[in-house]
């Protein structure tokens, strides 16, 4: 089977639930413009539409500044929205809560088509935003009163629209990759694991020992049934563990030779010893029988903690089965009485 790739950046964030999203922007403004003196994340209750603020000088919101409304959904943010938004601003500013921003950036994962046409008409787009607010209902603008509505109103029709943009997400993640935050924030990005080898029919010469100790398992748990490579083939129980086996084994090899090829020298046998050093007791303390061994270690290995690397992630239940018996090839491992670990 082919194996998944990891989640790319840009769809991670699509998976942001809105406060994540703020903190995301927050990183990445700084990223935009180093005149900036500071940045503040401000989204909330009363935020008066004010998500992420970066001042361009000491004076706070009473200065010079840009705003960065995050709006986080699972469609598109429409102009419809956005105007909401800047209902907000303007009745901020008649308020007294500040001065209007020189820049406005609505930032969003996936920008629709009528806020870009919108923002595209900057001059006839404020003409029909300020006859709209002129009517609007909006709880923002009705409860300013007459006379600070007027004052919303005239504000809005002296204020360039041009102050309006929204950001592409890709620029964008290539923006916050320059911060300290990025490698904080999305995993590494690592090549997909390709398809798991299968088993030849028959054992191949290489996995000689691992399968001689397994034989040597099933011929002590049924020593007239399946004591010889034929009988196990045809037994109920040990021909399909031993199949199941081979798969595993299998599946560890491909992922040995998948690290050998992506990644640097010595990942697999990381996850080797990691899986080593969590079985070794468990194979050496008493069993009554190889089986029985041999299962007490292949579910150490399978719920083992392994060290957080980058090629950890691509390591699957099988696989730590098979590195068990990749050990049992080496004499690392055994699981019958007698043939010494």
């Known amino acids: 089977m082919q194996f998944p790739a990891m989640p790319s950046p840009e769809q991670i964030v699509f998976t942001y639930p809105p406060d994540e999203f703020e903190k995301f922007v927050e990183e990445w ?3 935009l413009d180093s005149l900036y003196v500071r940045v503040e994340r401000q989204g909330g209750a009363g935020d008066h539409g004010i ?3 970066a001042f361009l000088t ?16 699972k469609g ?12 907000k601003m303007f009745a901020g500013v008649v308020t007294g809560q500040f001065i209007v921003p020189e820049q406005y950036t609505f930032v969003a994962p996936s920008i629709g088509p009528s806020l870009q046409q919108a923002l595209q008409r900057p001059i006839s787009t404020r003409k029909d935003f300020v006859e709209a607010l002129r009517e609007t209902t909006d709880k923002v603008i009705t409860d300013l009163g007459p006379r600070m509505r007027r004052e919303a109103e005239e504000l809005a029709a002296d204020t360039p629209f041009e102050i309006f943009q929204t950001v592409n997400m890709k620029k964008m993640l290539q923006q916050h ?6 490698v904080k924030r999305f995993p590494p990005e690592s090549p997909p694991r390709p398809a798991v080898m299968a088993p030849p029919e028959k054992p191949e010469p290489r996995e000689a020992r691992y399968v001689q100790q397994l034989v040597q398992v099933y011929a002590e748990r049924w020593p007239s049934e399946a004591s010889t490579v034929t009988q196990i083939a045809q037994h109920p129980t040990a021909g399909p563990h031993l199949r199941h086996q081979r798969e595993a084994f299998f599946s560890a090899e491909s992922l ?5 090829e992506a990644y640097p020298e010595g990942h697999f046998e990381a996850i080797v010893k990691d899986i080593y050093d969590a079985v070794v007791d468990v194979a050496r303390d008493d069993h009554p029988t190889g089986w029985k061994r041999l299962h007490a270690v292949t579910s150490q290995a399978i ?5 957080q690397t980058v090629f950890a992630q691509h390591v699957r239940p099988l696989d730590r089965t098979g590195v068990c018996h990749h050990l049992a090839n080496e004499n690392e491992l055994t699981w019958c009485e007698g043939e010494g670990t």
């Open 256 to 260: 040995r030779r998948f690290g050998e």
């Open 58 to 73: 000491r004076r706070g919101l009473e200065g010079p500044w840009h705003n960065y409304q995050c709006k986080r959904y």
């Open 76 to 87: 598109t943010l429409a102009w419809s929205t956005a105007a909401g938004e800047i209902r």
């Open 29 to 31: 403004v700084p990223a």
């Open 177 to 182: 990759k320059t911060t300290d935050f990025w």
């Open 303 to 307: 719920s083992a903690g392994l060290t």
């Open 51 to 53: 998500d992420v603020a």
